[in-house]
């Protein structure tokens, strides 16, 4: 297999304040990463994805001045919250592959907005 | 766009076997993965199915049927912990995954 990590693993933070997550594959090259939300007892949304070198991709309906998509090197990305509010809480996973298939996950970074 | 269809929650006993139908609709098919996830975990790769026919890993298989945009992954000698949420997605042509709502199984002994 290969891994993905993902740091912090928690974050709480004020409403307000801006919040990033980093994914790194810690063991392969990853010119292609992505980013997905999940909200309790539901499925991954996926927000967006990261290319390496260039502007992210992202899904509709994903305001991408809120949720800013860095992909500086081939092992990392970073997402950055911004300006976050209670209704951004939400667990928030990366994943990457050595190709399309399969993906490898984070362990993902549960976010609380107080 | 993309959707997949899956049932929200499946129960069984220690030992024995589950199928989990998922249907789902698409313009460009790249195949379709199943992925487990454990309550606070990440998901994990299951299976792939690209052709037709039946892909058997362990106690784990998936079955694909394009015509009828049908897939099923099958659970034998199930134990407590195969008890999660499992996902049937739809792989893009690079990678992203659009994903069903998730099945929760729950294992009872």
């Known amino acids: 297999g290969a891994v993905v990590s993902q740091h912090p693993s928690r974050v709480i933070c004020k409403s307000g304040t801006s919040v990033k997550i980093e994914c790194r594959s810690l063991?392969?090259?990853?010119?292609?990463m992505f980013w997905y939300r999940q909200f309790p007892k539901q499925s991954l949304m996926l927000m967006a994805t990261?290319?390496?070198?260039?502007?992210?991709?992202?899904e509709q309906g994903v305001e991408k001045d809120k949720f800013l998509i860095n992909h500086a090197s081939l092992t990392l990305s970073t997402l950055t919250v911004t300006s976050a509010h209670p209704e951004d809480s939400s667990f928030y996973i990366c994943?990457?592959?050595?190709?399309?298939?399969?993906?490898?996950f984070g362990p993902g970074t549960r976010l609380t907005v107080l | 766009g993309q959707s997949l269809e899956q049932p929200s929650e499946v129960t069984a006993v220690e030992g024995a076997i589950v199928q989990i139908n998922c249907t789902y609709q698409t313009s460009g098919f790249y195949g379709l993965s199943w992925y487990q996830q454990h309550d606070g975990g990440a998901p994990t790769f299951l299976s792939y199915n690209g052709l037709d026919g039946l892909e058997e890993t362990g106690r784990f298989s998936s079955f694909l049927s394009r015509s009828d945009s049908y897939g099923y992954l099958l659970l034998q000698e199930l134990q407590m912990k195969d008890s999660a949420s499992y996902f049937c997605?739809?792989?893009?042509?690079?990678?992203?995954?659009?994903f069903g709502q998730g099945t929760t199984l729950q294992v009872k002994p």
């Open positions: 997605a739809l792989p893009g042509n690079t990678g992203k995954l659009i």
């Open positions: 063991d392969f090259q990853a010119t292609t």
């Open positions: 990261s290319n390496e070198g260039s502007k992210a991709t992202y």
């Open positions: 994943s990457a592959s050595k190709g399309p298939q399969p993906q490898y």
